[in-house]
């Protein structure tokens, strides 16, 4: 028994010791090296798209820490067997299967779209520290020595692995300075924020901003190295001095995931900066039937826009600034796509280093790949925000508010209705262009009981939200959001 614990307990600890030498590695020249991140991201690439809106839906924002732990706890799983089989005289068997991991991870690092060849340095430097430990702690030793390697390796793991993930936090911000906007925005038309508490801010801060992306590892690409390769009918390649010179433009802009559920919370409101990609796509020329502008960012993520929505005029955009300071790291620092009307994953790319002019016949985006529509304009939506879900009301006077978005169409109308009676016009908020969300409210005169609001909103092409529930996959969910609340 007394052996049988301390051979688990090697295993375990040889996986701890590979995991601290391969964060330790990463961390010292990048960060997206690490194993565990490289098989996370390898894991989500795979997943099939079922599963992964069931994670999202499950997880929310959560569901990178939950694959993070599930990843670390199948190796925990997996060395404490191999210390086991070790613990019965196989050692080097199981010394074998620990390298083995590593060497697994290094597989799964040399088919990352962004990697270099040195990033399976990491796992393949775990795959060495695993198996090492795992002889040194099994081989047949004093029980004092025994107990001291438990303890040394025990304690070089933590200090690995606190320093492998230190150099993450760094601010590369702080270098880019934004230009005047040649054309700055409109000044917000007065009562566009309408400012009733529980109701989104009309400008989302950037800290609040959602965030949706596949990068267990935010890319940090540096400023000074950071160009945009550009290939049309010839290949431009812009530094950040170039785009800045390139007279930007300012908007506010409301983005929206494809995977937002009905009533849910990824959809956010900003003032962005940035040079229109019509200017930068007519420098490099397009070429006689490109439909698509596939854009690629620096941890080799793609999505693709349609050229001609890109061209007609609306404000599409390479944005390099957010709410007047330059780009969090986390929405796409130091460049990213902003284009009006299109949900996310088909015209947001953050941390983009490459656009290119091609066919959809040709090539195909991350999502479109995975199933999700090739055309994603954003569909009509409303939410309710004021009273929250299952809240206890006095009867009499209740102030309903929300926000409702068709972007690059504008909202045209926003109704609510109780317990499924007659629809009533709420009261729209100013704003400034079609392209962004727009608050609404209605009083209502409520009654003692339980109730049900509904909200539907009518863009200005006079359609309207329609009551079935569909979910997200493939092309964005539709339905009223309704929120139940007891007035007493
Ligand atoms: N590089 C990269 N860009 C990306 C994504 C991604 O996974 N990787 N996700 C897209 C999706 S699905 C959305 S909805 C928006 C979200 O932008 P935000 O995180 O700044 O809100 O980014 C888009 N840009
Ligand atoms: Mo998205």
Same mark, same amino acid.
């Given at each position: 028994m007394g052996r049988a614990v301390r051979a688990g307990g090697a295993g375990l600890l040889s996986a701890l010791a590979a995991l601290g030498?391969?964060?330790?590695?990463?961390?010292?020249?990048?960060?997206?090296?690490?194993?565990?991140?490289?098989?996370?991201?390898?894991?989500?690439?795979? @997943?099939?798209?079922?599963? &992964?809106?069931?994670?999202?839906?499950?997880?929310?924002?959560?569901?990178?820490?939950?694959?993070?732990?599930?990843?670390i706890a199948v190796l925990l799983g997996l060395a404490l067997l191999l210390g086991l089989l070790a613990g019965t005289g196989r050692r080097v068997p199981a010394a074998a299967g620990v390298a083995g991991l590593g060497?697994?991870? %290094?597989?799964?690092?040399?088919?990352?779209? %962004?990697?270099?060849?040195?990033?399976?340095?990491?796992?393949?430097?775990a795959a060495l520290v695993g198996a090492l430990t795992l002889l040194v702690l099994t081989r047949p030793a004093?029980p004092?020595?025994g107990r001291?390697a438990f303890l040394?390796i025990g304690?070089?793991t933590?200090?690995?692995?606190?320093?492998?993930?230190?150099?993450?936090?760094?601010? =590369?911000? %702080? &270098?880019?300075?934004?230009?005047?906007?040649?054309?700055?925005?409109?000044?917000?038309?007065?009562?566009?924020?309408?400012?009733?508490?529980?109701?989104?801010?009309?400008?989302?801060?950037?800290?609040?901003?959602?965030?949706?992306?596949?990068?267990?590892? !935010?890319?940090?690409?540096?400023?000074?190295?950071?160009?945009?390769?550009?290939?049309? @009918?010839?290949?431009?390649?812009?530094?950040?001095?170039?785009?800045?010179?390139? $007279?930007?433009?300012?908007?506010?802009?409301?983005?929206?995931? !494809?995977?937002?559920?009905?009533?849910?919370? +990824?959809?956010?409101?900003?003032?962005?900066?940035?040079?229109?990609?019509?200017?930068?796509?007519?420098?490099? $020329?397009?070429?006689?039937?490109?439909?698509?502008?596939?854009?690629?960012?620096?941890?080799?993520?793609?999505?693709?826009?349609?050229?001609?929505?890109?061209?007609?005029?609306?404000?599409?955009?390479?944005?390099?600034?957010?709410?007047?300071? =330059?780009?969090?790291?986390?929405?796409?620092? =130091?460049?990213?796509? *902003?284009?009006?009307?299109?949900?996310?994953?088909?015209?947001?790319? &953050?941390?983009?280093?490459?656009?290119?002019?091609?066919? +959809?016949?040709?090539?195909?985006?991350?999502?479109?790949?995975?199933?999700?529509?090739?055309?994603?304009?954003? &569909?009509?939506?409303?939410?309710?925000? *004021?009273?929250?879900?299952?809240?206890?009301?006095?009867?009499?006077?209740?102030?309903?508010?929300?926000?409702?978005?068709?972007?690059?169409?504008?909202?045209?109308?926003?109704?609510?209705?109780?317990?499924?009676?007659?629809?009533?016009?709420?009261?729209?908020?100013?704003?400034?262009?079609?392209?962004?969300?727009?608050?609404?409210?209605?009083?209502?005169?409520?009654?003692?009981?339980?109730?049900?609001?509904?909200?539907?909103? #009518?863009?200005?092409?006079?359609?309207?939200?329609?009551?079935?529930?569909?979910?997200?996959?493939?092309?964005?969910? #539709?339905?009223?959001?309704?929120?139940?609340?007891?007035?007493?």
């Amino acid at each position: 028994m007394g052996r049988a614990v301390r051979a688990g307990g090697a295993g375990l600890l040889s996986a701890l010791a590979a995991l601290g030498g391969g964060e330790l590695a990463a961390g010292a020249f990048r960060p997206q090296s690490s194993p565990v991140v490289v098989v996370g991201g390898t894991v989500i690439d795979l @997943t099939p798209t079922p599963v &992964k809106e069931f994670a999202v839906r499950t997880f929310g924002t959560s569901d990178k820490p939950v694959l993070i732990g599930t990843i670390i706890a199948v190796l925990l799983g997996l060395a404490l067997l191999l210390g086991l089989l070790a613990g019965t005289g196989r050692r080097v068997p199981a010394a074998a299967g620990v390298a083995g991991l590593g060497v697994l991870g %290094a597989v799964a690092t040399a088919t990352r779209p %962004a990697s270099a060849p040195l990033d399976t340095v990491p796992s393949l430097l775990a795959a060495l520290v695993g198996a090492l430990t795992l002889l040194v702690l099994t081989r047949p030793a004093s029980p004092a020595g025994g107990r001291r390697a438990f303890l040394l390796i025990g304690a070089g793991t933590v200090a690995a692995i606190a320093a492998g993930r230190l150099p993450a936090s760094r601010a =590369p911000s %702080a &270098k880019l300075v934004l230009p005047r906007p040649a054309s700055p925005a409109r000044p917000l038309p007065a009562g566009a924020d309408l400012r009733i508490p529980g109701l989104s801010a009309f400008v989302t801060p950037a800290a609040e901003f959602y965030r949706v992306d596949t990068a267990l590892v !935010v890319p940090r690409p540096d400023l000074d190295g950071w160009t945009l390769r550009v290939h049309g @009918t010839r290949t431009i390649e812009l530094t950040m001095a170039d785009v800045l010179r390139r $007279g930007p433009i300012e908007r506010d802009i409301t983005l929206t995931c !494809v995977s937002n559920e009905i009533g849910g919370p +990824y959809v956010g409101n900003a003032r962005w900066l940035g040079v229109p990609l019509a200017t930068i796509l007519r420098e490099a $020329g397009i070429p006689a039937g490109a439909d698509q502008l596939l854009s690629r960012s620096a941890d080799g993520w793609t999505g693709g826009t349609p050229v001609d929505i890109v061209m007609d005029g609306r404000d599409a955009m390479l944005a390099i600034g957010m709410n007047g300071l =330059p780009l969090p790291a986390e929405h796409g620092f =130091p460049a990213r796509l *902003v284009v009006p009307g299109l949900y996310g994953y088909v015209s947001a790319t &953050k941390w983009v280093v490459s656009l290119k002019l091609t066919r +959809y016949a040709d090539e195909r985006a991350y999502w479109t790949e995975r199933g999700w529509a090739v055309d994603a304009p954003i &569909k009509t939506m409303s939410r309710i925000d *004021v009273p929250a879900p299952l809240r206890r009301l006095r009867a009499g006077a209740v102030q309903v508010a929300g926000v409702a978005w068709a972007q690059h169409r504008g909202v045209a109308g926003v109704e609510v209705r109780v317990d499924g009676g007659p629809w009533h016009e709420a009261v729209l908020a100013a704003v400034p262009s079609p392209d962004t969300w727009r608050q609404w409210t209605w009083t209502w005169q409520a009654t003692p009981g339980s109730h049900t609001l509904e909200v539907r909103a #009518t863009d200005v092409a006079g359609h309207t939200q329609q009551s079935s529930r569909v979910t997200p996959f493939p092309d964005g969910a #539709t339905g009223w959001h309704s929120v139940v609340v007891t007035v007493v």
